[in-house]
T-cell receptor, first 114, second 113 residues
């Protein structure tokens, strides 16, 4: 698999590899974080979320890790597939109440080659 | 998940005209909706928070007289770009809150000639 320590605008992986996309958030008051996938010309699609009282949450083929000490969030995609190619955004709520407006981070474009 | 419908998906208009974009929550009621703007290869930037039955709350730097928001019912919010200019060309995306989760529309690509 391929991982990045700091945010990179693009990530290229081979089909079947594991992908790790990183995100640094800015607001220490944020207690709710979400990863979204956005395909070209479409709106963001919810992938997985995590609250600040957790440091790890798993979904189907995806895992989100939260490190509040360094304000870092990562998305791990197992066995990456060509259909995973998209732009991935992390988002934070910036406040204590989940469901309020989200603040989006810089996206990472994931390209999966067969 | 909940479905948010946004219409139209794309629109081309002449400079100086106004364009209305609709955002509907199809299977749930949304007292709060959000409007975002996205330029090519950039992130989503929050423009305003739309509250049913009250005035919208605009983010700093967003002209409320330029971007009119109306949230007249629990399932519909509209964004009207008034006197559109080429620099208003962008991808506009709405989202609606259901419980603690936000769901997004499919976006509207606005091109102003």
């Amino acid at each position: 698999g391929e991982s990045v320590g700091l945010h990179l605008p693009t990530l290229s992986v081979q089909e079947g590899d594991n992908s790790i996309i990183n995100c640094a958030y800015s607001n220490s008051a944020s207690d709710y974080f979400i990863w979204y996938k956005q395909e070209s010309g479409k709106g963001p699609q919810f992938i997985i979320d995590i609250r600040s009282n957790m440091d790890k949450r798993q979904g189907q083929r995806v895992t989100v890790l939260l490190n509040k000490t360094v304000k870092h969030l990562s998305l791990q995609i197992a066995a990456t597939q060509p259909g995973d190619s998209a732009v991935y955004f992390c988002a934070e709520n910036g406040q204590k109440q989940a469901g309020t407006a989200l603040i989006f981070g810089k996206g990472t474009t994931l390209s999966v080659s067969s | 998940g909940a479905v948010v419908s946004q219409h139209p998906s794309w629109v081309i208009c002449k400079s100086g005209t106004s364009v209305k974009i609709e955002c509907r929550s199809l299977d749930f009621q949304a007292t709060t909706m959000f409007w975002y703007r996205q330029f090519p290869k950039q992130s989503l930037m929050l423009m305003a928070t739309s509250n049913e039955g009250s005035k919208a709350t605009y983010e700093q730097g967003v002209e409320k007289d330029k971007f009119l928001i109306n949230h007249a019912s629990l399932t519909l919010s509209t964004l009207t770009v008034t006197s559109a200019h080429p620099e208003d060309s962008s991808f506009y995306i709405c989202s609606a809150r259901q419980g603690t989760k936000l769901f997004f529309g499919s976006g509207t690509q606005l091109s102003v000639l």
